[in-house]
C-alpha cells in the first residue's frame, strides 16, 4: 500500500448516527490533515496535526471529532451530523518544516451523505 | 494569505500545450507558488512548485514572471487525462497551510 488511503470511500449515515473516517499515509510523513470538499465550494482545511499534536482547527463544529494516534493514523469521528455536512472529505500528509511550504498528499476522499 | 486570481475555466485541443495563467501580486519574498491539479471524483494531487526560477518535471512546466507576481503552468501536449481542476497557491516558510481557490477548470477537446 503506497500513498495516502481513506476508508471508508463512501458512507451514508443518519443525523443520530456515530461513525468515524480513518486515513493512513505510508509517506512517513509527520503531518496529517483533514479538508471538507462541498459541492461547487473550495476545499476548507478542518483540522491539522503534526508531530501527532493538533496545531489547527478551523472553527468545526463539535460533532466533528479528530484524533491522531500516531503519525500515519487520522480519524474523524462523526455524530449527530447535519444534511449540510454531506460532503466529500479528504486526508493528506506532508512532511512539515520545509521552507518551501509543505507539498500535500491527498487521498481519494470519504463521499459522506448525511440524511 | 496571499491570494490569486485564475480564470475559472479554460478549454484545450487533446496534444497541443496548454498555458494556464495566475496571478499573485501580493507574494511575498518567502512564498513558493505550488500547482495542484484535481481530476473527477479525485483528490487533489501535486503538480509542481516553485520561487523565482522556472521548473520542469514529468508533468508541467512553471514558468515565474521576473517581478513574481504571475506565473503560468505548462502542459506541453494535454491529453484527456489532463482534464482538472487546477489550483494555484502560494505557500512557503512556516505557512504550512494551502488556501484553495475555485482553480481553472481545464476542459480538453479530443
Known amino acids: 500500500e503506497t500513498g495516502v488511503t481513506q476508508t471508508p470511500r463512501h458512507l451514508v449515515m443518519g443525523m443520530t448516527n456515530k461513525k468515524s473516517l480513518k486515513c493512513e499515509q505510508h509517506l512517513g510523513h509527520n503531518a496529517m490533515y483533514w479538508y471538507k470538499q462541498s459541492a461547487k465550494k473550495p476545499l476548507e482545511l478542518m483540522f491539522v496535526?503534526?508531530?501527532?499534536?493538533?496545531?489547527e482547527n478551523n472553527s468545526v463544529p463539535s460533532r466533528f471529532s479528530p484524533e491522531c494516534p500516531n503519525s500515519s493514523h487520522l480519524f474523524l469521528h462523526l455524530h449527530t451530523l447535519q444534511p449540510e455536512d454531506s460532503a466529500l472529505y479528504l486526508c493528506?500528509?506532508?512532511?512539515?518544516?520545509?521552507?518551501?511550504?509543505?507539498?500535500?498528499?491527498f487521498g481519494p476522499g470519504t463521499r459522506l451523505t448525511v440524511l | 494569505d496571499a491570494k490569486t486570481t485564475q480564470p475559472n475555466s479554460m478549454e484545450s485541443n487533446e496534444e497541443e500545450p496548454v498555458h494556464l495563467p495566475c496571478n499573485h501580486s501580493t507574494i511575498s519574498g518567502t512564498d513558493y507558488i505550488h500547482w495542484y491539479r484535481q481530476l473527477p471524483s479525485q483528490g487533489p494531487e501535486y503538480v509542481i512548485h516553485g520561487l523565482t526560477s522556472n521548473v520542469n518535471n514529468r508533468m508541467a512546466s512553471l514558468a515565474i514572471a521576473e517581478d513574481r507576481k504571475s506565473s503560468t503552468l505548462i502542459l506541453h501536449r494535454a491529453t484527456l487525462r489532463d482534464a482538472a481542476v487546477y489550483y494555484c497557491i502560494l505557500s512557503g516558510g512556516s505557512n504550512y497551510k494551502l488556501t484553495f481557490g475555485k482553480g481553472t477548470l481545464l476542459t480538453v477537446n479530443p
Open positions: 496535526y503534526s508531530l501527532e499534536e493538533r496545531v
Open positions: 493528506a500528509s506532508s512532511q512539515a518544516g520545509t521552507t518551501s511550504g509543505d507539498t500535500q498528499y
